[in-house]
T-cell receptor, first 110, second 114 residues
Framework: DAKTTQPPSMDCAEGRAANLPCNHSTISGNEYVYWYRQIHSQGPQYIIHGLKNNETNEMASLIITEDRKSSTLILPHATLRDTAVYYCIVRVAGNNDMRFGAGTRLTVKP | GAGVSQTPSNKVTEKGKYVELRCDPI?????LYWYRQSLGQGPEFLIYFQGTGAADDSGLPNDRFFAVRPEGSVSTLKIQRTERGDSAVYLC????????????FGPGTRLTVL
């Protein structure tokens, strides 16, 4: 699976959009981009995933660049409860393990 | 409960002892995964089960670590002759079937080896 690069930490004001970047320049054509988050003392929680089209669900939006070398997770209206470590993972369809990096620690401030 | 459960939530043991960590996946989920998470790092894959068999145990660090899932539901991670370096949070996840779907994680077991 391709390697991902994320900033170690980010801050965001409550109520504003949080935009979390991820670089995956070595991604292959059959690899999906997954996002999970981990709130303190809990297990990781699935957020969203995509292949090449932008995706949106009730939690977030995922924007993938046309060349697929990077993506951005958008939390449209961040709340204090969104404070967590956010992991970007690139995964081949059918692979059963996920390779987590260190993630981005997002702190939402009042 | 509807989610993945893990017991115990915390385990403190002494170096050299044997420990067992239990995972109850979501009912009906055929695939089960174990991960280990050290402080300040992301989860690290250990082993994956499809049904009763270990389909991929490439992440187990050495032969002191072993996992079973005899009836295709509950799984137990077993660690022999524990070392201080085994201290970590051990996470379990399950999916309805192997492959692409999202993994549902339990809250983890925090293991401390003194």
């Amino acid at each position: 699976d391709a390697k991902t690069t994320q900033p170690p930490s980010m801050d965001c004001a409550e109520g504003r959009a949080a935009n979390l970047p991820c670089n995956h320049s070595t991604i292959s054509g059959n690899e999906y981009v997954y996002w999970y988050r981990q709130i303190h003392s809990q297990g990781p929680q699935y957020i969203i995933h995509g292949l090449k089209n932008n995706e949106t669900n009730e939690m977030a939006s995922l924007i993938i660049t046309e060349d697929r070398k990077s993506s951005t997770l958008i939390l449209p209206h961040a709340t204090l409860r969104d404070t967590a470590v956010y992991y970007c993972i690139v995964r081949v369809a059918g692979n059963n393990d996920m390779r987590f990096g260190a993630g981005t620690r997002l702190t939402v401030k009042p | 409960g509807a989610g993945v459960s893990q017991t115990p939530s915390n385990k403190v043991t002494e170096k050299g002892k044997y420990v067992e960590l239990r995972c109850d996946p979501i009912s009906g989920h055929t695939a089960l995964y174990w991960y280990r998470q050290s402080l300040g790092q992301g989860p690290e894959f250990l082993i994956y089960f499809q049904g009763t068999g270990a389909a991929d145990d490439s992440g187990l660090p050495n032969d002191r670590f072993f996992a079973v899932r005899p009836e295709g539901s509950v799984s137990t991670l077993k660690i022999q002759r524990t070392e201080r370096g085994d201290s970590a949070v051990y996470l379990c996840a399950s999916t309805p079937r192997a492959g692409l779907g999202e993994q549902f994680f339990g809250p983890g077991t925090r293991l401390t080896v003194l």
